[in-house]
């Protein structure tokens, strides 16, 4: 099993959807969470990181379950320019400063 | 202008040969490391360093190799010994107080042919 799962896409939805990403982890004593976005043929850039109670960063909404050991990513009001795969990390605290990608989301959205 | 500059942004090697990739920061960030990125799977890292002179393996350390002689930079060697040295390469920074959120170069894409 992977140590980060993420359903690869991809996710075609038309300008102004609502969309939903999960992922989920398999290391129970996973303590940070974020979401990286990354462009085709470039670095990926930090997203938002995730809390236990939920934050929200304009159209952007993301979600922990510990328990279920899911995170999860909306977007509402889709944009062209969030054509992108988005990436869901994970650290364990003590591991060395290491985090575990997933290998990503690709949204497509569509006029 | 600040930030992580990584060059070349293409490098083709033959089979065999040691290239080196450049990795510099000019932001003053205490840790500095670097992953791989292949086709299908998710970023894996190769070494990482938190201060100058110390570095430590990551989960696929071998055939490569590192040094960190200057805060500034941390120039990762792809040996002739890394078995499937063709992939997107990752630099990244991060702060001390901060580790896990971390800030990316623009990535060397390694081919050897």
């Known amino acids: 099993r992977k140590e980060v799962e993420q359903d690869p896409g991809p996710f075609n939805v038309p300008e102004g959807a609502t969309v939903a990403f999960n992922c989920t982890y398999s290391n129970s004593a996973s303590q940070s969470f974020f979401w990286y976005r990354q462009d085709c043929r470039k670095e990926p850039k930090l997203l938002m990181s995730v809390y236990s109670s939920g934050n929200e960063d304009g159209r952007f909404t993301a979600q922990l379950n510990r328990a279920s050991q899911y995170i999860s990513l909306l977007i509402r009001d889709s944009k062209l320019s969030d054509s992108a795969t988005y990436l869901c990390?994970?650290?364990?605290?003590?591991?060395?400063?290491?985090?575990?990608f997933g290998t990503g989301t690709q949204l497509k959205v569509e006029l | 202008d600040g930030g992580i500059t990584q060059s070349p942004k293409y490098l083709f090697r033959k089979e065999g040969q040691n290239v080196t990739l450049s990795c510099e920061q000019n932001?003053?960030?205490?840790?500095m490391y670097w992953y791989r990125q292949d086709p299908g799977q998710g970023l894996r890292l190769i070494y990482y360093s938190q201060i100058v002179n110390d570095f430590q393996k990551g989960d696929i350390a071998e055939g490569y190799s590192v040094s960190r002689e200057k805060k500034e930079s941390f120039p990762l060697t792809v040996t002739s010994a890394q078995k499937n040295p063709t992939a997107f390469y990752l630099c990244?920074?991060?702060?001390?107080?901060?580790?896990?959120?971390?800030?990316f170069g623009p990535g060397t894409r390694l081919t050897v042919t």
């Open positions: 990244a920074i991060s702060l001390r107080d901060r580790p896990y959120e971390q800030y």
């Open positions: 932001l003053n960030h205490d840790a």
């Open positions: 990390v994970v650290s364990v605290m003590g591991g060395g400063n290491k985090l575990t």
